[in-house]
């Protein structure tokens, strides 16, 4: 099969190498890509928000099934075009991504179908938002914008003042342009965060093993809010009670749904909960592989990832056995200094073998290029140092062995991966 992948990330990376693995695929493309990427993949230079052009590449070029990874071409309904053109792409169509491209569409339809979530009211005007603060909240409070804003659409206030500041930038000042036309204030939840990711065709749903992130930029979970600074398989809150209880209220609850709203969920759904005192409930929900979350999920996988892929497109996934590997990951992510605000882009990066990789470990390139033989970086998050072992705790050492290999001028990276609650 020739495979096309869009996307230019380390998730987008983490796919790759696992679709490499299967006996059925002949030859991989990904668009954009990186420097990293190309060394896996053949680089098509296509931005992955150019659905016009995507198709006609995956026309012309007889693509057999299209991966589309990132939120953006989801939500504007890349996987629609593909399909339109009788081309077989994996992941949901635009009516349903819409469930992470729309918090307020999300809220409601968990309100709707009894899913545990934080209570919340929907605002459309700033004044009625800073008068329902003013008389309802006690902080903290959060404040998120309704659409997509790159991660960055949810601020925590820790006093009213703050919460009725954050309600001024993102519906007056327009912090995150049309996306906060509409906000969602909730109240403030507490508890550990589990991500897990589950393979749906629609019909079926089947959780992957669990995973957390570290979104704080610092160690201690200080500094700011980014994509992810490292990850963890398992998520050592994610019992089997927990599990369980997931699956009834939240997992299942949710696929139906969607399929009774008429927007059935086909593709990679990324659960974001927190475990409360009260139970767990969902933080948020992606229409996606969460990135780095991928990078440690998929190294477990052990089911080949194209039979998977061709099941929920056929939804078939009833039919399909899927398998993971005992044990553990660890993935740490070397960022440029500065990041998630201003970093240098175009630094060398020193101790990489010619294939972009180091002994000992797995590194997914996320934001690097290729120039003169040379591995530059060019982005925030540059590489996802990734280690699979017995244990949580091995998983851990091998990867920072890794790290400890790799430089370049001012890397920075989290100590504490997981270590934090
Ligand atoms: P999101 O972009 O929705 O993943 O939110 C970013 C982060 O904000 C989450 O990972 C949580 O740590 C935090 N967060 C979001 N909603 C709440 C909430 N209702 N209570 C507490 N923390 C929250
Ligand atoms: N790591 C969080 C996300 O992918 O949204």
């Known amino acids: 099969m020739k495979i096309l992948m869009v996307g230019s990330g380390g998730r987008e990376h983490a796919l790759i190498k696992k679709l490499k693995e299967s006996p059925k695929c002949e030859k991989l493309y990904c668009a954009p890509g990186n420097g990293g990427i190309s060394k896996d993949a053949e680089i098509v230079d296509i931005g992955a928000m150019d659905i016009e052009k995507m198709v006609a590449f995956a026309k012309d070029n007889a693509v057999d099934l299209v991966f589309v990874a990132p939120d953006d071409p989801l939500a504007a309904g890349m996987v629609d075009a593909m399909e339109k053109e009788g081309i077989r792409a994996f992941g949901p169509k635009s009516n349903a991504a819409i469930i992470e491209a729309s918090k307020v569409f999300s809220k409601n339809l968990m309100k709707k179908y009894g899913i545990p979530t934080a209570k919340y009211e929907v605002f459309d005007d700033p004044k009625a938002a800073i008068e329902y603060i003013e008389s309802e909240s006690t902080a903290p409070v959060v404040v998120k914008a309704d659409g997509l804003a790159l991660g960055k659409g949810v601020i925590i206030a820790q006093t009213i003042e703050d919460a009725k500041a954050a309600v001024k930038s993102i519906m007056e000042d327009k912090q995150f342009g049309d996306s906060g036309n509409k ?41 700011l809010n980014t994509g992810g600074m490292g990850t963890v398989s398992p998520n050592p809150y994610y019992t089997d009670d ?5 699956m009834e209220k939240i997992f299942v609850p949710t696929i139906e749904a969607m399929k009774k709203e008429g927007r059935p969920f086909k593709g990679c759904l990324y659960f974001g909960l927190m475990i409360t005192p009260n139970g767990p409930k969902v933080i948020e929900y992606n229409a996606r592989f969460g990135d780095p979350e991928a990078q440690v999920v998929l190294p477990r996988l052990k089911t080949d990832l194209v039979d998977i892929c061709e099941a929920v497109i056929d939804e078939k996934l009833g039919e399909l056995d899927i398998e993971w590997y005992d044990g553990a990951a660890a993935c740490v992510v070397m960022a440029s200094g500065g990041y998630p605000l201003s970093y240098k882009k175009g630094v060398e990066i020193t101790g990489l073998d010619e294939n972009g990789g180091v002994d000992g470990a797995v590194v997914y390139h996320a934001g690097t290029k ?8 060019n982005g925030g998050r540059v590489l996802g140092v990734t280690a699979r072992a017995d244990s949580l705790g091995e998983a851990l050492d091998k990867a920072y062995e890794a790290v400890g290999k790799i430089s370049f001028e001012n890397a920075h990276f989290r100590k504490d991966i997981g270590r934090t609650k």
């Open 183 to 223: 906000i969602v204030i909730e109240e403030f939840l507490t508890g550990p965060e589990v991500s897990v990711l589950a393979f749906t065709d629609g019909n079926v749903v089947k959780p992957m093993v669990s995973s957390k992130d570290h979104k704080r930029a610092y160690d201690n979970d200080e500094g």
């Open 242 to 246: 927990v599990a369980k209880e997931c």
């Open 370 to 377: 290729l120039e003169g033989g040379k591995f530059l970086t």
